[in-house]
């Protein structure tokens, strides 16, 4: 049974660029969950995506959207990035809706991702 | 989602129980604690949750106080490959409902001393 996959690992990019990480969930799990860890701090919720579209969406700016697929898979975008973007990104998969106990996020290894 | 307070670091000796204290007076009745580890440059690894009875699994055991403002996991043989940063996490869980974000602090920091 997979776990939870992201891709690439890390990634440089420079200020201004776009980026677009990539996550695949859990099998049987159909909810992704994107956070930002910066060094030193627990992670912080971006957004989640359930049924292709955004359900729930924490203090980020516009600058970072997503999608869902068919498939349950999902990217993360970031455009215009800023210094204070480089972070480490990590994807969650869920199973939802249901009983709060299938609700339990599973998480990916993240994609270091730094910006210069 | 309730805040959770939880001591900065703790030292434990190998193959003694870990204790990790959490504290959640705030915690209301459709609440849930959940405990997360996350390894260096890992992603969060899920342990355990509870509402208000105790609970164990294959590597945990949480023990949450009658007045559920606070909690314990235990490690009941902590090795090194414990060594980590443990987030308590308090989160409104709705039956049938959607899920949402979590809410991370910094969480404690486990060192396990051999």
């Known amino acids: 049974d997979a776990g939870v996959t992201q891709s690439p690992t890390h990634l440089i990019k420079t200020r201004g660029q776009q980026v677009t990480l990539r996550c695949s969930p859990k099998s049987g799990h159909d909810t992704v969950s994107w956070y930002q860890q910066a060094l030193g701090q627990g992670p912080q919720f971006i957004f989640q995506y359930y049924e292709e579209e955004e359900r729930q969406r924490g203090n980020f700016p516009d600058r970072f959207s997503g999608h869902q697929f068919p498939n349950y898979s999902s990217e993360l975008n970031v455009n215009a990035l800023l210094l204070g973007d480089s972070a480490l990104y990590l994807c969650?998969?869920?199973?939802?809706?249901?009983?709060?106990?299938?609700?339990?996020?599973?998480f990916g290894p993240g994609t270091r991702l730094l910006v210069l | 989602d309730a805040k959770t307070t939880q001591p900065t670091s703790m030292d434990c000796a190998e193959g003694r129980a870990a204790n990790l204290p959490c504290n959640h007076s705030t915690i209301s009745g459709n609440e849930y604690v959940y405990w997360y580890r996350q390894i260096h440059s890992q992603g969060p690894q899920y342990i355990i949750h509870g509402l208000k009875n105790n609970e164990t699994n294959e590597m945990a055991s949480l023990i949450i106080t009658e007045d559920r403002k606070s909690s314990t996991l235990i490690l009941p043989h902590a090795t090194l490959r414990d060594t980590a940063v443990y987030y308590c996490i308090v989160r409104v869980a709705i039956a049938g409902g959607g899920a949402d974000g979590l809410t991370f602090g910094k969480g404690t920091h486990l060192i396990i001393q051999p």
């Open positions: 969650a998969s869920s199973r939802s809706p249901g009983l709060a106990d299938q609700e339990t996020q599973y």
